[in-house]
């Protein structure tokens, strides 16, 4: 068997109620090229007795002994993966069939390092479905603005390999924004995205019970530190400080009410 021509990394952490829906969305692409590598982060159950009698040869599960978060767990995968690109999909989340047959293609171009496109969104507290209402500003891979918000669904990123590996992978030291992270890195070194307007994943909207972005605190310390991070290895690039320094007023006045 050749090298497949995506490798997905999934992370998942007790994510018992969602993980099989999750690898099926995978392993039923129309395109089947691909390989799946389940990052088990020391999950209570382990993904291996959850996912016993998949029976796909491109299904792997690597169980790491300690939960050290996704970021990590991406870097595990990583370290597996065999294909020229890799794609994200969280263990919560769902990929519609023609995800990939319809985001590989845009790689044509040499200076494309990441795609990605629309989301649905599932369970929404206030009935939202599309995860990116104004498309006309996509893809947004510029600074500054690349630096005011993550632009792209996490279910819906496909990048190069190499690219990632270039950057050491993703940050260790986050707990939270990891991708976003990523993409700023990216980007900062000359990287462009594109984007595709069709919604090809499923996003579960964050739980108390599921999902690290429910804590809002804690992913707002996080895209502070990430921030940071890119205004010191970045200092050139316009947007890390001045969002960081943006971030860091609101939270003054947000105290001092």
Known sequence: M???RTSVLMPAFNAEDTLRESV?????????DLELI???DASDTPVAEVLA???????????RKRNGGIGKARNSGLSAARAPYVSQLDADDLWAPDYLELVMPRFERPDIGLVYTNATIIGHPDGHTDYI???SIHPRDRFPELAEANPAPCPTVTVRADAVRSLGGYSRWLRGVEDWHLYMRLAAVGWRFAYLDRPLAYYRWPARDRGLSYDASRMERAS??????MAVRHPRVPGPKRQLWRRLRQGFDHGAR
């Open 133 to 135: 209402g104004d498309t």
């Open 2 to 4: 050749g090298l497949p």
């Open 38 to 40: 389940v990052i088990d």
């Open 53 to 63: 009698g998949t029976g796909d040869e491109r299904l792997r599960v690597l169980r």
């Open 224 to 229: 502070r530190l990430a921030l940071v991070d």
């Open 24 to 32: 099926e969305s995978v392993l039923s692409q129309r395109m089947g």
